[in-house]
Each structure stands twice: as C-alpha cells, then as structure tokens.
C-alpha cells in the first residue's frame, strides 16, 4: 500500500471518529430510582419516590458535552411510603396528577467538570411550569451486561424550590426546599458491546 492510500486511510478514520454520533441508551427501571427529602416542620427529613419513570438519553463517552437526556415521571407514582400522605401528595394542594401528570425534564446542556463528573443543565416542568435546574452528575461504571448490551450508570443530586413551580402548600413549615438523588442504569443494543470491561450484570 502506497503512502498516499495509507495518509487517506487514517485521515478517513480521523472523520468517522469525529462524526460518530451519541448512543441512545434507555433507562432500566428495575435498577433506576429517584428519590427526595423534604423537611417536616423541623422535626424530621421525610424521604420518597416516584416509582414510574423512563426516557432516553444520547451518551458520549469520548465527548460527554454531546451528550443529552429526556426523562418523564408519572406523577401519581409518588409513594412517601403512607397511604394518607400519598393521596394528599396526588390532589391539587401538591402534584394535582389529574391535570398534571407528568414530570418532564430535558437538558439543555452538559458541562465536564471533572473526571466521570458532569453538570446537566436543564429544564423541568412540574404543574405545567417550567424552571432551568443543574444536575450534579457522576458516572459510574461504563461497560456491558450479561446479555451482550452496551451499559452506564450514573448517580445525579439536585436541589430545588417547590414553590418556583407553584407547589405552595404549607410552605415553609413543610419546607420548600427538596433534595433530589436518582441512580440510573441505562441499556443500549444486545448484540456485543464496547469492549469495556465486564458490567454489573442484569
């Protein structure tokens, strides 16, 4: 092979690798949460969950600043582990599910930070308002399941005020601020993978 054919042949490298795109990963909601603790009254840190959530999002590995997420949360799935508080939660003085029922949030940008250590910018619409939001990410571990798919974890912590989006209740002695932690494991493909290392398993 001449030098002419082998220069071409790296330089055609070169522009597939830079115009490779994100992978779509989807949201595994066996090994996902999202969780959040609200002060009551001073006397405690009240914790719950959403149990039905998914979206997507598109991951890049070498170029995380491409990256971008989407993830809706059925609000009647909030569960503060109390039959009497989950049905306050579901009516209008909180997340009034019958004419908001969902959660929504998509990034608007993601900015690296550190090693695996990323900040997600974003928007989230709760009770049909809408208020940017910074998720604290970390990426956990990159590589593929049993069944052959491509697999990341991250863990994400944020902060916000429920009254910006109009969710006045009892506030401030129920406290209006509310910290957020969700774990996520997401799934791309099963044929194969990115040769990573071994994942976690299913």
Known sequence: MNRLAVIALVALGFVAQASAEPMAFNIDPNHSRIWFDVNH???SIMR?????FGG????DADDPTASSLDIMIEAASVDMFHEGLNDHLKRDDFFGVESNPQLHFVSTGVEVVGENHYIVHGDLTILGQTNP????????QLGTDRSGADKVGFSATANLDRTD?????????IGADVSINIQIEATHGGDGGMGMGMGMGQ
């Open 41 to 43: 009254q001073g006397y």
């Open 48 to 52: 719950g969950m959403f149990g039905d």
């Open 56 to 59: 997507t999002f598109n991951f």
């Open 133 to 140: 939001i910074s998720l604290d990410v970390m990426q956990n």
């Open 165 to 173: 989006y109009g969710m006045n209740f009892g506030a401030p002695v």
